[in-house]
């Protein structure tokens, strides 16, 4: 078999390997999409906790890129803040070892092909499954990724013959590269960042390091030397990731960079009594040259070195995490205005969640809350527009009014977008329920912003009507609805950010109930408005037709905003709102089976 030949196959083996890992870190996701919020929630206490939740995520699922990229669009969107972030890229240096230890304990122990295609084959057809077994489905996804990594290591493996690594010519020409002096080690560690950086996947560098090992095509030391280099090129994912984010990402990003490469230098200084050091934990001779026993004993050894390594840096750098982040302050530094957006621009989104889709629903959440804010900032304008009595104030609120709006229309086309290239991917039962529901908020929030529109027109068209299409009373009433619309805007928000898997029970119980109330007492108060008016009419009151038409308009779409308030609590609580009797029964107020008439 001719070099040509062998670097195809091996590069096909790759190809398999990374394929598998792929699905397997995705089905993993899908698994512990909503354990993993929970897990990254528990960053917020202290750095310990941060480096401990961030190991156990990557241990999860198995892809430390995921997990950085998560971190990057976390503080992109003022989820973390630096010391957490740092503290959670920490943990995950480690809990990415563990990659190295799964090849390593099956890869070279066992006989791949005994299990490789019988799990393919149970993975692939599970997935098959009816609808309602969706976990087993999810496990089968991960599996068949499982079986597609070791095949793909198989192939590498195979690949390479028996004697490769014995023939005159490889030697001679590997001899040049091994770290004995301090030139080659900065070349071999070089050497390992550029392939992680082309492959963007550390693991797939690492499977490739243990595979030429366990051949005997390059020694334990130049492995070691390669396994520093993977460190720093690993770090390029999250840096890709922080590109256009807020400076808070790119300084977790830099970060990220700054904990490997200190962490690579201080090692390279003692390198190799740092070997000395894992050849005295790890039993076994790395250095014999039996294949057979060199396959048994070297891959340990590396693993070792790569578990080893990342854990005693963290162990080093955890205590200096203050410093580490004032250095990526000096490289990335403050300014009097930063991070500062345009309303219009998606503030939580920023940043693209691409291996972790399911966890862009809590950034989503936060970005519908924040278009919800325009709404309340609108209904606010409305509020103080009603009853002043300065023209220059009035033509500025109706103008922030109007651009509220327009705002509400943009967010909402810009999270439907984000949303829908979401949805493209394969998503758990449970992350398409939330991109739905959200879908619904967007249109909810966006109705409601319509209305405010609606109002701030007819305001704006009847200001200046000789004599005054509204008197004093026709105002106050208006007040009156504006500000039980707001009180009903501003518990809406409340209830968008609180409840992201809530049940019928406890406070989601008492918010539901307030909503209900809410939004009863506020269909009352157009009817006994609209009625009232219509009396001081009938006792001899001025009024023009569209003067009456637009006071009726004008409460109809603050009720109408009130709905849309109603719908957005639904979607949320996942509760549908009774008919109009039971409605009025929760509320505790007595129904009634008439309306009035329109204005």
Same mark, same amino acid.
């Given at each position: 078999m001719n070099a040509v030949q062998i670097t195809l196959n091996v590069l096909g083996g790759l190809a398999v390997f990374l394929f598998g890992m792929k699905i397997m870190s995705d089905g993993l996701q899908k698994m512990a999409g909503v354990k993993m919020r929970q897990m990254l929630s528990i960053a917020t206490s202290n750095r310990l906790a941060a480096t401990f939740s961030g190991m156990l995520v990557t241990s999860i699922i198995q892809s430390s890129s995921a997990t950085t990229v998560m971190v990057v669009g976390f503080a992109s969107a003022g989820l973390l803040n630096l010391y957490q972030s740092l503290g959670i890229i920490f943990g995950a240096n480690i809990g990415t070892t563990m990659t190295a230890w799964i090849v390593s304990l099956f890869g070279f122990k066992m006989d791949i092909? @005994?299990? %490789?295609?019988? $799990?393919?084959? %149970?993975?692939?057809?599970? &997935?098959?499954l009816p609808a309602k077994w969706v976990a087993v489905r999810r496990a089968a996804e991960s599996l068949l990724g499982f079986g597609l990594l070791f095949l793909g290591l198989n192939i590498m493996k195979e690949a390479i013959p028996a004697d490769f690594g014995q023939s005159p010519f490889v030697v001679e020409w590997l001899s040049k590269f091994t770290p004995d002096t301090a030139l080659n080690l900065v070349l071999l560690i070089v050497t390992g960042s550029i392939l992680t950086m082309i492959l963007q996947s550390s693991s797939a560098v690492m499977a490739m390091t243990l595979t030429c090992a366990a051949a005997g095509i390059i020694n334990?030391? +130049?492995?070691? %030397? @390669? $396994?520093?280099?993977? *460190?720093?090129? #690993?770090?390029i994912t999250a840096n890709l990731a922080a590109i256009g984010a807020t400076k808070t990402a790119r300084r977790a990003a830099v970060g990220h960079f700054l904990f490997n490469f200190i962490g690579v230098v201080w090692v390279s200084l003692i390198f190799h009594h740092f070997i000395h050091l894992i050849d005295w934990l790890v039993p076994g001779d790395p250095y014999v040259t039996d294949p057979a026993q060199l396959s048994s004993v070297l891959p340990y050894h590396i693993s070792a070195f790569h578990t080893v390594f990342n854990i005693a840096n963290t162990l080093i750098m955890l205590p200096l995490l203050k410093q580490l982040a004032a250095l990526t302050l000096l490289i990335i530094p403050k300014s009097k205005r930063e991070d500062k957006h345009h309303d219009n621009e998606l503030l939580f989104l920023n940043t693209r969640f691409g291996q972790t889709p399911e966890l862009a629903i809590l950034a989503a959440r936060k970005e519908v809350e924040r278009m919800m804010g325009f709404v309340s900032k609108l209904t606010d304008k409305l509020l103080l527009a009603i009853k002043t009595d300065d023209d220059k104030l009035f033509e500025r609120l109706i103008s922030d009014a109007k651009d509220a709006e327009h705002t509400t229309d943009v967010l909402e086309h810009k999270i439907n977008s984000y949303l829908t290239q979401m949805t493209h991917g394969n998503l758990s039962r449970h992350a398409v329920a939330q991109t739905v529901a959200l879908f619904d908020l967007t249109n909810s929030i966006e109705g409601m912003g319509d209305c405010g529109e609606k109002i701030a027109k007819i305001l704006e068209k009847f200001r200046r009507m000789d004599p005054p299409a509204f008197n004093e009373q026709d105002? +106050? *009433? !208006?007040?009156? !609805?504006?500000?039980? #619309?707001? +009180?009903?805007?501003?518990? +809406?928000?409340? $209830?968008?950010? &609180?409840?992201? *898997?809530? &049940? @019928?029970?406890? %406070?989601?119980?008492y918010m539901f109930k307030t909503a209900v109330i809410n939004e009863t007492e506020l269909n009352a108060m157009r009817k006994n408005l609209r009625a009232e008016r219509n009396t001081r009419i009938s006792q001899g009151q001025q009024a023009t037709p569209d003067s009456i038409t637009a006071y009726g308009d004008i409460l109809n779409n603050f009720e109408r905003m009130g709905d849309y308030a109603m719908r957005v609590t639904e979607t949320v609580l996942r509760v549908k709102t009774p008919d109009a009797e039971d409605m009025a029964a929760l509320a505790g107020m007595p129904s009634s089976n008439t309306d009035q008439p329109l204005a």
């Open positions: 092909a @005994l299990f %490789a295609l019988p $799990v393919i084959a %149970a993975g692939f057809f599970c &997935q098959f334990f030391e +130049t492995s070691c %030397a @390669l $396994v520093l280099g993977e *460190n720093i090129g #690993t770090t105002l +106050t *009433n !208006m007040e009156a !609805m504006a500000r039980k #619309t707001k +009180t009903i805007i501003k518990n +809406t928000r409340g $209830v968008i950010l &609180q409840f992201p *898997n809530p &049940q @019928l029970n406890g %406070a989601a119980g």
